[in-house]
């Protein structure tokens, strides 16, 4: 076997994934994510049932409050097919340049990198996924055991398509208004 990074938090035994979220509060770092539930008719009209297409507008609202802050922004991006392609990446970037400049009214300032990375080689990657995988296990199983001992680490989470919490930002998530078993869906 060759040698790499192979966590993966759905896949590690219980004692290796206590380990991996020990490791993770030791380091210094914070985890932002976007929500966008599985609704057919949304991703039917919005994204006309193209999952690059999908991809491409969660990744830009990720993108769109970061880049007034100026300087280089590198993302590492896990491959992942049509998804991750130089083209998609970049109609993510486009989109969240709108957004920004419909909201602040500037052109951005940051100039944003994407390294494409195989999640075996990259351990940044597997850190995201034991993040994503905590924030996963909320929406899909009211779970919030593995969200909770990471949520001084997880900035922001929003659930883009939440249209009963959107009035008042109510669909944002950050330590101090945290996501709840009751946020299963």
Same mark, same amino acid.
């Given at each position: 076997m060759r040698g790499g990074f192979f966590f993966h938090a759905t896949d590690d035994l219980p004692e290796v994934r206590k380990l991996f979220y020990d490791f993770i509060k030791t380091i210094d770092c914070s985890f932002e994510a976007m929500v966008g539930r599985?609704?057919?008719?949304?991703? +039917?009209n919005r994204h006309n049932g193209k999952e690059a297409e999908?991809?491409?507008?969660?990744?830009?609202?990720?993108?769109?409050?970061?880049?007034?802050?100026g300087g280089k922004l590198?993302?590492?991006?896990?491959?992942?097919?049509n998804s991750t392609r130089n083209q998609n990446l970049q109609l993510a970037?486009?989109?969240?340049i709108?957004?920004?400049?419909?909201?602040?009214?500037?052109?951005?300032?940051t100039h944003?990198?994407?390294n494409v990375q195989n999640h075996l080689t990259e351990p940044?990657?597997?850190?995201?996924?034991?993040?994503c995988w905590s924030v996963?296990?909320?929406? +899909?199983?009211?779970e919030v055991h593995y969200y909770n001992f990471l949520k001084d680490k997880i900035s922001l989470v929003v659930d883009l398509y939440d249209s009963e919490r959107y009035q008042n930002s109510q669909n944002y998530y950050s330590p101090k208004h945290p996501l709840l078993a009751s946020n299963k869906l």
């Amino acid at each position: 076997m060759r040698g790499g990074f192979f966590f993966h938090a759905t896949d590690d035994l219980p004692e290796v994934r206590k380990l991996f979220y020990d490791f993770i509060k030791t380091i210094d770092c914070s985890f932002e994510a976007m929500v966008g539930r599985k609704v057919p008719s949304l991703y +039917e009209n919005r994204h006309n049932g193209k999952e690059a297409e999908f991809y491409a507008d969660l990744l830009s609202h990720l993108l769109k409050n970061k880049l007034q802050k100026g300087g280089k922004l590198t993302l590492n991006i896990a491959a992942r097919a049509n998804s991750t392609r130089n083209q998609n990446l970049q109609l993510a970037l486009s989109k969240a340049i709108g957004r920004n400049h419909k909201k602040v009214g500037k052109s951005a300032k940051t100039h944003v990198a994407f390294n494409v990375q195989n999640h075996l080689t990259e351990p940044l990657l597997n850190i995201a996924d034991y993040f994503c995988w905590s924030v996963q296990r909320v929406f +899909e199983r009211g779970e919030v055991h593995y969200y909770n001992f990471l949520k001084d680490k997880i900035s922001l989470v929003v659930d883009l398509y939440d249209s009963e919490r959107y009035q008042n930002s109510q669909n944002y998530y950050s330590p101090k208004h945290p996501l709840l078993a009751s946020n299963k869906l």
